[in-house]
């Protein structure tokens, strides 16, 4: 099932609960035909049958044609079929959580009749049941959808409403809800009859229901970002780099041969040295384009309750930082609010570079060797051992140990590396490891660079710390935050040159994989055969904290 197929949502919205139309919608179509009944009973063409026979005044008459619909109704339950997708629908919305309903015109008897011809799904499986029986009048009035959502305490706004007729949709837009509309492929709405959205089969409903279900702490999926960013609206030339999956900057001219690098990036849940995570984040990323950082401008925002002391910290911690690195701190803007819990950190970074050196991953060719620097989790294991440091103690994890996980602090930057490699040349492209960690990144320069990626996870480094803490907190260390390391793509008869000057200034570097064909995707290579190459919703060290 697509969870997250692309799609533009038409306004924001929060669900908390799916209402359905039974027949034509759970069910195939055609199974229920009125054309026989409506001749029986001359009721007109464009005319509701329920209206019809309501408007009848004659008690025998009106009796009649009752039995005459219950006869109708149910021999078309008796033959009745899920529609294509429906019990799968389903399973995905109680996945989630979210109650369910039916809202029909038909009666219960054959609602519940049409169910005994499901796989699995009963009347007993929905919260709740809404029939022609019932109280409320028949769509299209919207009373009856008003009626379950005062029920379960839902906002009219919050119900979604699935259904494949135009009652459905009039009833569910008088009421204000969010309306989908199921045309099976082919049959379009009168054109003064509006729905939110419309889709050719049920499962095309999963990306709408994911659009007002809250998404989990951390960057916001590929999946998403790749579709809300497409459209955006940039001047042609504007950029040479443009917003994209795995684009750590954007690059825009500023002169005949001068190109301005610009990187924006916050710092949410380091309480310990956040000034120094928030400098070197975002110069990181102007350093994998080959560009120099220079200025760079804060927002900090700050709980209530914090005292101008801890605020002067962390600004002379920006500032130090800064300096050391030859970048300006431009300023900014800070404030206290409670909008925040703990300490944020935005930080907007700027760096100059000729055109003819930058550094664009959509250069990387097939062959290219795929380097990486230092280890894995740099920065998670960091962190981890400055915000658990009381708890790794009690659980037997020597003094000295914690204290060399985290003085890895003072490498997470990868500034020098990056230098160095673009001076020798050959580089193609540059990543820098950070939220969702080595197997995120991997697959971000796979569809910045446009290429698939072999890794040979047998050569990936890790260090012995790294290894002991994600053992103890279940973590894999493959999806651990890792600022620090450095992806570098390079042209195979320049990767020797590239390493030798990397370890001569003091920093290890691996050779893990290379540059396949044009595509997206990993091929991972482990022990010799292909193994699935790991995919993490949020950063490990998210869901530590989160846990």
Known sequence: MDMNANILFHRPFRLRMVVFDFDGT?????????????????????QGILEFINDITDPRTKARALADLRTVEIAAARRARPSHGAEKLIDFIKSRGLPIGIISRNSRESIATALQRFDHLRASDFDAVLSRDDAAAPKPSPAGLLQIADRFGVAPADMLVIGDFVYDMEAGAEAGCITVYLNHGGESLPPDVHCDYAVSRLLDAVPIIEGGLPLKQGKLPNEYLQAFISPANIPEGALIIKPGIGEDTAAADISDDEVLVLKSDPITFATDSVGHYAVLVNA??????????????????????????????????????????????????????????????????????????LIDKRKVRRGDVLLMTKKLAVEGTAIIAREFESTLLSDGLAAAEINACKDLIRHIGILREARIAVDVGGVSAMHDVTEGGLATAVQELSVAGGHRIKVFMDTIPCYPQTVWLCRHFSLSPLGLIGSGTLLICCRPEKSAAIMQAIQSAGTTVTPIGEILAPGHGIQAVQNGRDVRWPRFEVDELTRLFTE
């Not at 759970?26 to 464009?46: D, H, I, M, V």
């Open 26 to 46: 759970l069910t195939a179509p055609g199974s229920l035909n009125f054309r026989t009944l409506r001749r029986q009973l001359n009721c007109p063409e464009g």
């Open 284 to 357: 990181n990323d102007i350093a994998t384009s080959g560009a120099t950082p220079r200025w760079f401008l804060t927002t900090l925002l700050f709980p209530r309750r914090t005292t101008p002391s801890e605020i002067q910290s962390v600004m002379h911690e920006l500032s130090r930082i800064s300096r050391h690195y030859g970048i300006i701190l431009c300023g900014g803007h800070t404030e206290i609010t409670d909008a925040v819990s703990r300490p944020v950190v935005v930080g907007a970074m700027a760096g100059t570079i000729q055109r003819r050196h």
